[in-house]
């Protein structure tokens, strides 16, 4: 049996798109190669989000091109999409496939076949599948390569997106998260003149299909949440109370230079609005450290923020330039050195918060959705409750994708200690 490889770098739209090649192989008769045979068909989709996933992209490039001699090594991404020349070169690339294309990229590798549709059917390796809404970018934060590469928003029809979810919840999963590069920019992929369907309009025909247990939406602005859409997931019925709301920064000056298109004030009136309709509603984000121009008071900004709103979560992003980008041509840069300090400031502060907001939820009985075995830990099994804290219980009999109830008995820097004592599982369907 012929085998494939897929390797995946960057954010949850490419891991979506990775699963569809996936499935689309599978369903030719192709298998996933195991780590240590060669396969015959290697995509690699690639992330330009920083110089680090440039290189690891380079990397990772060469070393399947190492690894599997003679196979037909198809590049992918947004890396391939701003240095397809460059891509073009190394050693073993046979196929660079632009992003405007990716959902056809099989057609250059069999151009005579009929290929399975672009869609997926699980989310290999996870208990949490993505569902991808939504493509390219219009907003041209002055620090992003994005737009560049994705092209402008386009969305997926409402039918598509339902049909997807449905077909994921048939096949067992029960935590459903719909992302996109911009969500916010959901129009249904209506055609010219048609009225656009929100984005809450969508979560709420989802959050209606038979079987789904969690329903989640993934990175936002906290501009886009009017409402509507505050509406929409405190008030459905398998929305999780936890959203991932962009902050970048905290303070107005350097926003304003990011182009963003929201205030301090505007990120800290949403989160306020969603915790005092639901208390337990938590929150992850997005912070960039370095930024041009960026002073100690500044930063000193977003420390404030991290520390008002306590973050379930920050994915810390240092500063890195990008061609073609705007704050490229900004004056101010910030020192490596003084760039690698705020890093570590924020990861220690993020933890510190995250720790904090843990310890509120100790005492509590909770439900998790359990996911990983670890083999670090061979008789525990971790899992999220709906507002997304990592919970660790006895492994017991539980397998991954099982409804637990827990009682939450202790706070570690690895998240919380939960026992399960007579409460039963939902076996996983």
């Known amino acids: 049996m012929k085998k494939f490889k897929i390797v995946t770098l960057g954010c949850r739209t490419n891991q979506y798109e990775s699963q569809a090649y996936h499935d689309q192989l599978s369903a030719m008769g192709y298998q996933a190669a195991q780590e240590h045979e060669s396969a015959d068909i290697c995509i690699v989709n690639t992330c330009t989000v920083t110089d680090s996933a440039d290189s690891t992209s380079r990397h990772e490039i060469r070393k399947l091109a190492r690894e599997n001699p003679g196979s037909r090594l198809v590049v ?3 890396f391939a999409e701003r240095r397809p020349d ?17 959902d056809r990229l099989l057609e250059s590798v069999f151009p005579a076949a009929e290929l399975p549709e672009f869609s997926i059917k699980r989310f290999e390796g996870h208990t949490r599948a993505f569902v991808k809404i939504q493509d390219g970018c219009n907003s041209f934060c002055t620090y992003c390569i994005i737009p560049y590469v994705r092209g402008r928003s386009k969305s997926r029809t409402v039918e598509d997106v339902l049909r997807e979810v449905e077909g994921l919840i048939a096949n067992g999963y029960k935590d459903i998260v719909l992302t996109g590069i911009n969500i916010g920019d959901f129009d249904g992929g209506v ?21 789904l247990e969690r329903l989640r ?16 997931i405190l008030n459905g019925r398998h929305t999780c109370h936890s959203m991932h709301i962009v902050l970048q920064a905290g303070s107005n000056v350097v926003l304003k230079r ?4 929201y205030t301090r004030q505007i990120f800290l009136d949403t989160v306020q609005k969603l915790k005092n309709a639901s208390p337990d509603f938590t929150f992850t984000t997005d912070i960039i450290v370095g930024f041009p ?6 930063f000193a900004e977003t420390l404030e923020v991290m520390k008002e709103v306590k973050f379930a979560k920050v ?11 705007r704050a490229a041509l900004m004056p101010n840069k910030v020192s490596s050195e003084v760039i690698k300090s705020r890093k570590q400031q924020v990861l220690r502060l993020s933890e510190q ?3 904090e907001l843990r310890e509120q939820f100790v005492g509590r009985r909770m439900t998790i959705l359990t996911e990983n075995l670890d083999p670090s830990r061979p008789d525990e099994i971790s899992g999220h409750t709906e507002n997304f804290l990592m919970v660790w219980i006895p492994k017991q009999s539980y397998g991954p994708n099982e409804i637990v109830e827990v009682d939450l008995i202790a706070n570690t820097p690895d998240g919380l200690i939960g026992s399960v004592g007579e409460t039963k599982a939902c076996c996983a369907s």
């Open 76 to 78: 992918t991404g947004c």
């Open 86 to 102: 460059l891509v073009g070169a190394l050693e073993g690339v046979t196929d660079v496939v632009p992003n405007k294309e990716k």
């Open 191 to 211: 055609k010219e003149g048609e009225a656009p369907v929100r984005l809450s309009q969508l979560i709420r025909l989802v959050d209606q299909i038979p079987g």
């Open 217 to 232: 939406v993934s990175s936002i602005d906290p501009d886009e949440v009017d409402e509507d859409l505050a509406d929409a």
């Open 258 to 261: 990011m182009n963003r298109k």
């Open 293 to 298: 121009g960026e002073t100690e008071g500044d």
């Open 315 to 325: 994915h810390m992003f240092p500063y890195s330039e990008r061609a073609r980008t």
């Open 353 to 355: 918060m995250a720790f």
